[in-house]
């Protein structure tokens, strides 16, 4: 052989193998001297690797003349590559050439991991962390025994962060023919390793307790602060985690002024679990790590003052730069604040386009007075300019939709508070999946021209939806429906939907479309056809969402119950408040409503109250016509449409009916929702929790001698407002007159005929004036609503709640009975003090009042609902089924008189002074003279799919 290349010699025979039909050819001991050109190359031994793909690494090319210094470069090449555990280059003579004969040997291919004896961690948790680690030991990837050995170290360190400190990780390979290996890691972890005892030495200003409360990865779970059981819930020690909990102690004393603080190096001992486990009554197994750390606290220092040097006094003064620090000075310096000063002095600075503002603070001390002054030396950078904003993803929105929404506009100083409220208002389009500004954004700075290019990178929805869609709750009851709604309608925002929904409780078919700019300008103009029927009835409600009927049937007959057919058409535009997140509008609807009522009480409601203009009493229930005006102005920062994590919005919006129609009514309504990111109980912007909080007040009030319509009050109770309570029965209550026919009954329980010789007249009936108890709404609401709300699992949410809701008649001139009402039970004659052949005589007139009374003790009754709540988002309807507990701690508990319409005497003539008349004066006192027996629940369980706010 002439020349040979190897990085190592394969046993004897497996050249033949892997050679196949051919054969090296012995060469001469001695090079030749002359140089021969190069024949084709031939490669033997390749399986995986192409043999185009060996040959293209190659610097010896066939015809170019043989050289060894080349043949060594191609060597180099093809080991560089990392593909082969053995290469032989050798050298054959040809006719009148010289031919390389290359022979490889592959690295084998991973074809299996396995793990044995892994118990504390899951295969997923590995993987997931040799990505995180890049160790590149995968199926089907190349073996390597130097990354094997890395993913064993990167193995050890996951087991280490779940207390398994000396456990031990070997690896076995088998080999799987012809060319690939099986890798099995034999893990032993060896015994848990939790946290002990945590101590500190030096400490003498701030307690042990405090300062072990701060260590978040070591400190015993348990119940805060708590002297029992602090202990008994150790945590699994993780040593590179330590360092992170000493930094936490330094911060405990460094916001309290104890600037200069210095713990030490943390000093563990490993022990013996030892002692008895109160759970298992069995001797505690596994080992401890007991922690102390040693602590110089030093002096406690107040801030003296913040300066600040090379700041530009043409951009910014210095009290301007003050007032981004909110600790005062006199104050126990606190590095925290201070931190958060800083981080605000950044904003400030990024608002004016400089993007690489650098502050940094130098402390002074002075020690006599324990005072520290600190100066900031402002380094602002260059100023920056929007030279570019580019997009990625849209491939349905047009580039203007999604500009027209920005706060930045390019040649513009850039401004990044401006650039993260333009995401804000791109998530509430609610055509993208939701964006982060940190994660979605990219912003490339060119510090030579002062400028930036911003690329957002977006993900669309999908812009068409056929969908099922459904709900169950007390006012709505159980109903399901289809819509179809084109979201970014061409890509240019507009919306087109048909919704078509029918239940037990309600029909609906909505027929809408809105373009958000009109004619490319920021002028949003819709309108929705809509046909409806709704049954108010909480009997139907309470069989839909499966509850105990809290209320009884005599409690049901006081309630306003009717069914409301509408057809109407809404046509609505709105104006945003350029960059800002206010918008006014201003909509008019047109409506035709009928009602059907389900008892003599809601009849009388209708039939009564001054809600309607040039319509005769025969028709009261139909033909109801609405023209309704309604200006209004929204502020919305809220995150996100729908599970909002953080944010505010405002709503108003006042109604105003009387231009056309037969009703004349305003009805302002206002209300802020306002949502806080919490982390553990303290708002934080990347806390996982959400505290929400609503409160909303409402108002009815007719005009021009009206009052509103029954179906326009307000009506308090149930999931929308005030959980605990029963659909629309957290209400006051009112006396309404109405006209009886009372059954003239002798004393052995038969009725009086009106001719004893002919029973197709019928009986004797006595006509009564009566008031009966019955639901009107209030024409003055308040709703004050607090949720705390830990998300579980994705799509699972759990909520503490407290509900508030006072609903009450401010103006008792809004039930005021219209003349044609009062007439009709004015007019008629009431009693039968004598009855001669068939027909009463003696009767009396009586005047009512025409303006309704609200009963004693229900008006101004507050009412609160505190509970749990239990929310799961369908995946179908896309709409949260909730489950909720409440208690109710206040609630209306009356036991009310009944109001007779005359005095004892006066209604005891209406009666016959007979037997028959005396009985029947008796049995007409005790139904309609006994008290009214109001108790609303203490406590309800129930189940909905909507949402409270």
């Known amino acids: 052989m002439a020349a040979i290349l190897a990085t190592g ?94 022979y490889v040997s592959e690295k084998p291919t991973i074809g299996e991991i396995n793990y044995k004896g892994l118990s504390s961690v899951t295969v997923s948790d590995v993987l997931e962390r040799d990505k995180k680690a890049k160790v590149g030991v995968t199926v089907e990837s190349q073996y390597d025994p130097t990354r094997i050995k890395r993913k064993e170290v990167v193995l050890k360190q996951l087991l280490a962060e779940h207390g398994h400190q000396f456990a031990t990780v070997k690896t076995e390979i088998r080999t799987i023919p012809p060319a690939r290996v099986a890798v099995t890691f034999i893990v032993k972890e060896g015994p848990t390793v939790k946290v002990g005892k945590i101590g500190f030495r030096g400490n003498e200003r701030i307690n042990s307790r405090t300062l072990r409360a701060a260590m978040k990865n070591s400190k015993p779970i348990g119940i805060p602060h708590s002297i029992i059981l602090e202990n008994l819930f150790a945590q699994t020690f993780d040593a590179t985690k330590l360092d992170e909990d000493v930094e936490r102690v330094r911060q405990v004393y460094r916001e309290r002024g104890y600037f200069k603080v210095q713990p030490g190096e943390p000093a563990t001992k490993v022990r013996d679990a030892g002692g008895l486990n109160i759970f298992t009554m069995h001797p505690s197994t596994g080992k401890r790590i007991d922690i102390e750390i040693p602590i110089e606290e030093g002096s406690r220092y107040k801030l003296a003052a913040i300066n600040f040097t090379g700041y530009d006094k043409n951009i910014v003064n210095e009290k301007a730069l003050r007032a981004q620090f909110a600790q005062k000075d006199g104050e126990y310096f606190n590095a925290s604040v201070f931190a958060k000063g800083l981080e605000n002095l950044r904003k400030a600075y990024g608002s004016l386009g400089f993007i690489n503002f650098v502050g940094t603070p130098q402390p002074s001390f002075d020690e006599a007075k324990k005072t520290i002054t600190l100066t900031i030396d402002v380094d602002p950078g260059k100023r920056f300019y929007v030279s570019r904003i580019e997009f990625s993803g849209n491939t349905i929105t047009r580039d203007r939709v999604i500009r027209r929404e920005l706060m930045l506009e390019e040649g513009q100083l850039y401004n990044n508070q401006a650039w993260e409220t333009s995401i804000l208002r791109l998530n509430q389009l609610n055509y993208f999946d939701t964006l982060k500004a940190d994660q979605d954004s990219e912003v490339r700075t060119n510090n030579e021209e002062g400028t930036v290019d911003l690329l957002l990178k977006l993900k669309e929805k ?55 700019y009109l004619r490319n300008k920021p002028l949003s103009l819709g309108f929705q056809v809509f046909a409806s029927k709704y049954d108010y009835n909480p009997a139907k409600s309470y069989q839909t969402t499966g509850a105990s009927q809290n209320l009884s049937n005599a409690q049901q007959s006081l309630l306003t119950n009717y069914n409301q057919s509408s057809t109407g058409l809404t046509v609505s535009m709105g104006y945003p408040i350029r960059r800002s997140f206010k918008r006014v509008g201003i909509s008019y609807a047109l409506q035709r409503s009928n009602i059907t009522t389900f008892n003599d009480n809601t009849r009388n409601v209708f039939e009564t109250l001054n809600f309607r203009s040039g319509i005769q009493q025969t028709n009261s229930l139909g033909g109801i016509i609405s023209s ?117 009954t002798n004393p052995d329980g038969s009725v009086v005929p009106r001719d004893p010789t002919n029973n197709t007249l019928g009986n004797v009936q006595i006509p009564l004036p009566i008031y009966r108890l019955v639901t009107v709404g209030g024409d003055t609401s308040f709703t004050a609503n607090v949720e705390y709300r830990i998300p579980i699992i994705s799509q699972v949410t759990f909520a503490f709640f407290t509900d508030f809701n006072m609903t009450f008649n401010a103006l008792p001139g809004q039930l005021q009975q219209s003349v044609l009402g009062a007439s009709t039970l004015s007019s008629p004659l009431y009693g039968c003090p004598t009855f001669n052949n068939g027909a009463c005589s003696g009767g009396k007139q009586l005047t009512f009042p025409t303006r309704l009374n609200t009963a004693p003790g229900t008006n101004y009754v507050p009412r609160m609902s505190n509970g749990v709540e239990l929310q799961v988002i369908l995946p179908i309807v896309n709409a949260p089924f909730r489950l909720f507990y409440a208690y109710n701690p206040l609630r209306l508990y009356e036991s009310l008189p009944q109001q007779l319409a005359t005095d004892s005497a006066t209604f005891k003539g209406f009666f016959p002074d007979t037997g028959a008349g005396r009985y029947s004066y008796a049995q007409a006192l005790q139904f309609y003279g006994a008290d009214y027996i109001l108790r609303e629940p203490r406590k309800t369980i129930r189940l909905s799919v909507s949402t409270t706010f």
């Open 628 to 744: 309704v005006i309604t200006p209004s102005f929204t502020y919305s920062s809220v995150d996100r449409a729908a599970g909002p994590h953080s944010g505010r919005d405002f709503n108003l919006a006042i109604q105003v009916a009387g231009a056309g129609g037969n009703v004349k009514y305003f009805s302002p309504a206002a209300s802020f929702r306002q949502f806080f990111p919490m982390k553990g109980l303290r708002i934080n912007r990347e806390g996982h929790n959400v505290l929400g909080m609503r409160m909303q007040l409402a108002h009815a009030e007719g005009f021009g001698g009206q009052v509103a319509p029954p179906f326009n009050r307000i009506y308090g109770g149930g999931e929308s407002d005030i959980r605990g309570f029963d659909i629309r029965s957290a209400t006051p209550y009112v006396f309404i007159p109405t006209r009886v026919e009372f059954n003239l």
């Open 462 to 516: 999908g812009k068409n939806s056929i969908g099922l869609n459904g709900g169950l709750s007390g006012l709505s009851g159980s109903f399901v429906g289809l819509n179809y709604e084109t979201n970014n309608f061409l890509g240019l925002g507009e919306t087109l939907s048909v919704v078509a929904n029918i239940g037990n409780l309600s029909r609906s078919v909505t027929f809408g479309f809105t373009e958000p």
């Open 9 to 102: 010699m394969l046993p004897a025979g497996a050249w033949a193998q892997a050679a196949g039909p051919v054969a090296p050819t012995a060469l001469p001991s001695a090079a030749p001297t002359g140089e021969e050109p190069l024949c084709a190359p031939q490669v033997i031994g390749n399986r995986r690797y192409p043999k185009e793909s060996i040959l293209a690494r190659l610097f010896s090319r066939q015809g170019n003349p043989y050289d060894a210094a080349t043949v060594e470069r191609d060597f180099n090449s093809l080991w560089n590559s990392g593909f082969f555990e053995n290469i032989i280059i050798e050298r054959a003579e040809g006719a009148g050439c010289a031919q390389l004969i290359i």
